[in-house]
C-alpha cells in the first residue's frame, strides 16, 4: 500500500465518541464505515457539557454549539440542603483565556451535529470523504490483529483500523483488555429531568435555581443524586438515561429538604424522569491492541461529576486523527495507536479519578470530599488541555526520534 492509499476504518458504535472518530479520521482523507446496533431513531439524553477543551475540538471539526441553542456556562454555584450558597464562582475572568467558550447543550442537538458533519458531503468547509453509516448492525465481537469486526449475523468485515466505540457495555473491550472486564455500581443513582426554565422563574422559591441560566436557558436539566440502596431495584444492563422512574420517589428521597429544594422537584415532569444506573469500572491496562482502539465510554466510562464524559470523548477522537495524518501506512497503524495511547491515557485516567473524588458524599465516607477551591482547580486544568495540540506536538517530537520511535508519515 502506497503511503498516499487512505486508511480502511471500522468504527463500532454512532454515539458522540464514535462520531467524531469519523469526523476526525475523514477530515484526513481516511475511508470511514459506522456500525451502530440501533436505528438511531429515538436518542435519548439531557444536556451535555461542552467544556472549552471539548468545544475548542468541535470547533475545529466545523460544529459550533451556539448555532443549535447551546447554553453558556457562566457560572456555579453550591448550595446546602437548605438552598443557603455555601460557594459561588462567576467565570468571566477565566473565560477570558479559555480556548474556547464553555456550553451546556442538548445530547440529541450535539448528537445530529456530529452526524450531519460525518456524513455530509466533500466540500472546503467538510474535508475528506464522507463517512457512512450503517444502523442496525450490531457488532458482537473483534479481531485486533486482523481489524475485523463480526456481526450478530456471523458476518464479518475487515479494515486498516477498527475503533471500538461501543459505549459502556463494549462488547469489544474484552478483546482489547484480554479479558472480560465487569462493570460494577458506584453506589449511586441519577435521577434525571428537563424543565422549563420559565416554571422556575415564575416561582419565588425556585427562581434562584434559574436566574443565572441566561438568554438561551429555556429549559433546566436537572439531575438528583441517591444511593443505590435507597432506589431500590435498578434494571442492569441497560444504557443511558432509559429507565422510567418514580417522581413521587423522587420526593421522597429529599423529604426533610429546604421549601426551594422540594417545590423544585415537585416541578420535574411526571411521565418524563429517568433513572440512571451510575457505573464504573477499574481503569484499563491499555486502551489499544494491534489494530483495534477503545475510545469513549468503552475505555473510560465517566460519572457525571464533573461534566467530562462527552469531552474526553472528542478528545479521544481528535487525538486519534492527528496521529492518524494523511498518508499513515497501513502498515504503521499498531504503532501509531500506542503513540495516540502515549497522549491519552494518562490524561483519560486523571480524568476518570479527580471525577470519582468530585462525587464523594460530605460525611467522608469515601474520603475526603473534594472542596469547591480543589474543584476549580480540577476544572481548570481540563478545560485548558487542548487534545489535538498535544498529539500533534507528541507525533512532531518523535519524527526525528529512534528507529524504534519514528513515524513513517510526516504531518
Known sequence: MSEATPLKVLVVGA????????????????????????????????AVHCAPNCTALLNRMGIYP????????????????????????????????????????HRIDLHSALKHAAL???????????????????????????ATITFADNTSL????????????????????????????????????????????????????????????RVMNAIAFVPTGEVGEVERGLSG??????????????AGFSAPVMRMLDKAPA???????????????????????????????????????AAQAVEDAAALGACLPTGTPAADVPRRLRVWEQCRKERADWVQEVTRVRGRDPNGKQGPPQTPEAFADALERCVSHNAWDHAVNVMNSLKEGSNDQKIAASL
Open 15 to 46: 454515539g458522540i465518541g464514535g462520531l467524531s472518530a469519523a469526523i476526525a479520521l475523514r477530515q484526513q482523507g481516511h475511508h470511514v464505515e459506522i456500525f451502530e446496533k440501533s436505528r438511531l431513531a429515538s436518542e435519548v439524553g439531557a
Open 271 to 309: 411521565d418524563d424522569v429517568m433513572l440512571w444506573d451510575l457505573l464504573d469500572m477499574e481503569v484499563l491496562p491499555t486502551f489499544v491492541k494491534d489494530r483495534a482502539v477503545l475510545i469513549g465510554d468503552a475505555a473510560h466510562p465517566f460519572l457525571p461529576y464533573m461534566g467530562q464524559g
Open 120 to 146: 455530509r458531503p466533500t466540500s472546503p468547509s467538510a474535508p475528506g470523504p464522507p463517512a457512512t453509516l450503517h444502523t442496525s448492525r450490531a457488532v458482537s465481537s473483534i479481531s485486533p490483529s486482523t
Open 241 to 254: 438515561y432509559n429507565q422510567s422512574a418514580n417522581k413521587g420517589k423522587l420526593i421522597e428521597h429529599f
Open 66 to 105: 451556539e448555532t443549535f441553542g447551546a447554553t453558556v456556562n457562566e457560572s456555579i454555584t453550591f448550595r446546602d440542603k437548605n438552598a443557603v450558597p455555601l460557594f459561588s464562582k462567576h467565570y468571566a475572568e477565566e473565560r477570558k483565556h479559555w480556548q474556547a467558550e464553555y456550553y451546556l447543550v
Open 158 to 217: 475487515s479494515a486498516d483500523l477498527v475503533v471500538a466505540a461501543d459505549g459502556i457495555h463494549s462488547r469489544a473491550r474484552a478483546a482489547v483488555a484480554g479479558r472480560t472486564v465487569p462493570l460494577f455500581t458506584s453506589g449511586k443513582c441519577g435521577y434525571r429531568w428537563l424543565a422549563p426554565t420559565a416554571a422556575l422563574l415564575d416561582d419565588d422559591a425556585t427562581r434562584i435555581f434559574a436566574e443565572e441560566a441566561g438568554a438561551e436557558g
